[in-house]
């Protein structure tokens, strides 16, 4: 029998007693506020009716028949409600075992939070996704690519991450592992809000989780959630959404950005691509030099790029710092840059009455001491000389360097072990001469005797170079990759003049020559760069 028919059948069981009573049409009122609660009223307790009616009438019949009829009206409610409560617990089944699990990691947590436990006993964790608004293994392969896969590795790594982090997964859910470095684990996962419900979640997007190591320090912690808090309002730098602190254990959550991995297009990124992607790179390291930070870190890894799109993101501020943190009086080119201008018109290397710039082979001074944070490979010339005043020049470089990665399709370019033959890579390019100033410039001396670093390379040079031995190793270029003009520009002595390569690829090179200036000094900024040539069509 359907609802409509019971309430029928109800009403006509009392109709005597209402007659009777002479309150008919209050009684079909009554039943029609009945029939609005019942479609709008929430789950009743026990003993609750859903519909409640105030008697003023002193006759006792009218009474007993109005409380027969809330009863039959309650007995219909809860069998409708039943069944609704069963549809419910289908849909539903793995709710009870979340609460389960939850409140098991919560008492764990007076004993051993990090208990070891088999992934396989969870069975709440069996899949990636549950539920209409939670993303599905299909969706996720393709927002991440048709290879994504969770290794039981990983969904053990993230098992033990929840039992570690009570409440973690009422907020966040875990797919899956994206990134690890020296300092911290980045996650993919899901914002679903704090109900348990079926309701929809508040915020279904993709979230970055970034679990900070125990080992950092908590000012190095501070520091990176302090300047990740202050660099909001750029669409090229990544904002901060949140921040969970469990005991020693910090997560940061920041957007998760869909980008392809640089390993997978910087070989064959055509020209054009090539002047987006760095000119999004200047865009992120304007916004944050403007606000007086130096990244410090500026590599691939963290500038995340998505080709298609042809946006990028700056991530990982770990190793940021302020500009006023990084400036030291103690180095020699600090003085020099409050007085550029005296000391290039005193031209003192060609004053005879000053002695040349020079070093004790035997020098028993304690050495110098200076922060030297940063990826081998993309740091400064200055890093590498422990200058203590450091700029945000630092990450101008940085970012010449992978210019000159893009360019020259080689990854990395720069592979050195430590700080020294780091040097020597850029004295193989820049020349000992150029490299006996530079560290002049910092009140260092510099000393080589290998005879074929004396001269500079030009990069024109460098680049090509670089492509043709991808040449006699059979690779392959792509129709519009810009190795093909490159090697038509390339002649008998295996250098490059300018004249021979077209008016877009000089305005490249005149980029590369200007970000890669031994002198921090000369180094132009990021808002300079911009308003170069080669950027003038950027979209």
């Not at 190793?319 to 018109?345: D, G, M």
């Not at 081998?376 to 940085?398: H, M, Y």
Request: net charge negative.
């Amino acid at each position: 029998m359907d609802r409509e028919s019971r309430v029928t059948e109800l009403v006509c069981q009392s109709k005597e007693a209402e007659e009777a009573a002479g309150v008919e049409t209050g009684y079909e009122e009554l039943i029609q506020e009945g029939h609005k609660v019942i479609d709008n009223a929430p789950v009743p307790g026990d003993g609750e009716l859903i519909i409640k009616e105030e008697h003023t009438c002193d006759n006792k019949e009218r009474l007993r028949r109005h409380r027969k009829a809330d009863k039959l009206e309650h007995a219909l409610n809860q069998s409708i409600l039943e069944q609704a409560r069963n549809e419910k617990s289908r849909q539903d089944g793995d709710v009870s075992e979340r609460k389960r699990r939850r409140n098991s990691a919560s008492k764990s947590e007076a004993t051993d939070m990090r208990e070891d436990r088999p992934y396989s006993q969870v069975n709440g964790m069996s899949t990636i996704s549950r539920g209409s608004d939670e993303y599905t293994t299909e969706e996720l392969k393709m927002v991440l690519g048709s290879n994504y896969t969770v290794s039981p590795a990983i969904k053990q790594e993230i098992y033990d991450l929840n039992c570690s982090f009570p409440n973690l997964d009422q907020s966040y859910r875990i797919f899956n592992k994206i990134g690890e470095g020296t300092f911290s684990t980045v996650y993919l996962g899901q914002k679903v809000g704090d109900s348990l419900s079926n309701e929809k979640p508040r915020d279904t997007s993709l979230v970055a989780l970034k679990r900070i190591y125990v080992t950092s320090s908590p000012q190095r912690i501070y520091n990176e959630l302090n300047l990740l808090y202050s660099l909001r309002g750029s669409q090229n730098v990544a904002p901060l959404l949140d921040v969970l602190r469990f005991e020693d254990q910090v997560i940061a959550v920041l957007p998760f950005y869909q980008h392809s991995d640089f390993r997978d297009f910087y070989r064959d990124l055509p020209l054009y691509g090539i002047k987006t992607y760095m000119h999004e790179l200047l865009l992120a390291l304007n916004f944050i030099h403007e606000r007086g930070v130096i990244h410090r870190d500026i590599k691939p890894t963290n500038f995340l790029y998505n080709p298609f799109t042809r946006r990028g993101v700056l991530v990982d501020f770990g190793l940021a710092e302020t500009q006023s943190e990084c400036i030291s009086s103690k180095c020699p080119c600090y003085t020099r840059s409050e007085f550029k201008n005296v000391y290039r018109q005193l031209e003192v290397e060609n004053n005879s009455q000053f002695p040349k710039n020079g070093y004790l082979k035997d020098d028993q001074r304690p050495g110098r001491r200076a922060n030297r944070a940063g990826t081998r490979g993309f740091r400064a010339p200055e890093v590498l000389l422990k200058c203590n005043n450091q700029t945000k020049s630092i990450d101008i470089w940085s970012a010449g360097v992978m210019l000159l990665t893009l360019l020259s399709r080689r990854f990395p370019f720069f592979n050195s072990t430590d700080d020294v033959d780091a040097l020597m890579e850029i004295t193989a390019i820049f020349g000992v001469e150029e490299m006996k100033k530079c560290a002049a410039i910092h009140g260092l001396g510099f000393e080589c005797n290998y005879p074929r670093f004396k001269d500079r390379i030009k990069l024109e040079t460098l680049v090509a170079n670089a492509v043709l031995m991808d040449c006699k190793e059979g690779d392959t270029f792509a129709d519009d990759s810009p190795a093909w003009e490159l090697l038509c520009a390339v002649d008998k002595k295996g250098t490059v003049s300018e004249s021979s390569l077209g008016q877009e690829y000089r305005d490249a090179f005149e980029v590369l020559n200007e970000c890669m200036v031994l002198d921090p000094l000369d180094r132009p900024s990021a808002s300079e760069l911009l308003t170069y040539p080669f950027f003038s069509d950027v979209v």
